[in-house]
């Protein structure tokens, strides 16, 4: 894997290795409340994180939240496997959180956009913030939205997926006969669901070329971009979706 360059260091000389106030009480709102992690996000925008250099590949044990360190760039900076199989930067708000970690990770300090963008450079998927724990993880598209420097609204807001979403997919399965109706709701599994109405009577073999034309479509319509995972569900157009 080919390393990114990290950030110059020479804008942080004085940094004492405290976080900075608006990220420790965002961070404690999204302990409290998961559905606060667009707080950390606006908070990372503003605030400087230490992002942890390895010598070598060293295993972290796993600790509550489950992850541990797959793999470095030729920097030295690691990059985490979480539950779902994705990868991490790791990033911490203070050297404290870092030395819970592991105390052999040298800190880099950083802004957070910048983090975000290397991250994004060397491929991986998401961010953590703090992951010895309360860890917060920073979902794809909100990762994209804080590398450009753009604002960044979850998919699912006050218990349901935002309205222009669902006007994405329409337009996007406009031209897919089978399907009757689409609408997006909150997932099971993911955090967006795709619920298609279909036409009765598809047969397994016509069935599975539907839905890789749905999933053709979403991917052209870019929906990952502004979802963080998704799920299909099917009914038929004579149930209610």
């Known amino acids: 894997m080919s390393g990114r360059a990290l950030p110059p260091t020479s804008g942080f ?30 908070a990372l925008a503003e605030a400087r994180v230490l992002v942890p250099v390895l010598a070598e590949a060293e295993v972290v044990e796993k600790g509550a939240e489950g992850l541990a360190v797959d793999r470095t760039a030729s920097t030295g900076v690691v990059a985490l496997r979480t539950p779902d199989g994705r990868t991490a930067l790791p990033v911490f708000s203070d050297v404290a959180a870092m030395a819970a970690w592991h105390r052999g990770a040298r800190p880099v300090p950083a802004e957070g956009p910048r983090a975000a963008a290397s991250a994004l450079q060397e491929g991986w998927e998401v961010l953590v913030v703090d992951p010895a724990g309360p860890a917060v993880v920073v979902p794809h598209p909100a990762l994209r939205a804080l590398a450009s420097g753009r604002p960044w609204t979850p998919a699912v807001v006050d218990g349901g997926v935002r309205r222009e979403l669902s006007d994405v997919v329409a337009t996007a399965l406009a031209d897919v006969e089978e399907v009757r109706r689409a609408h997006l709701e909150p997932g099971r599994r993911a955090e967006v669901a795709v619920v298609l109405a279909l036409r ?21 319509a870019e929906l990952a971009a502004q979802v963080d995972t998704l799920e299909v569900r099917v009914v038929t157009a004579t149930a209610r979706p």
């Open 200 to 220: 009765p009577g598809l047969d397994r073999a016509r069935l599975d070329a539907v839905l890789a034309r749905v999933g053709e479509r979403l991917a052209e």
């Open 13 to 42: 000389a004085d940094d004492d290795g405290r976080a900075a106030p608006a990220l420790v009480r965002a961070l404690a709102r999204a302990a409290a409340d998961g559905a606060r992690v667009v707080d950390v996000v606006a």
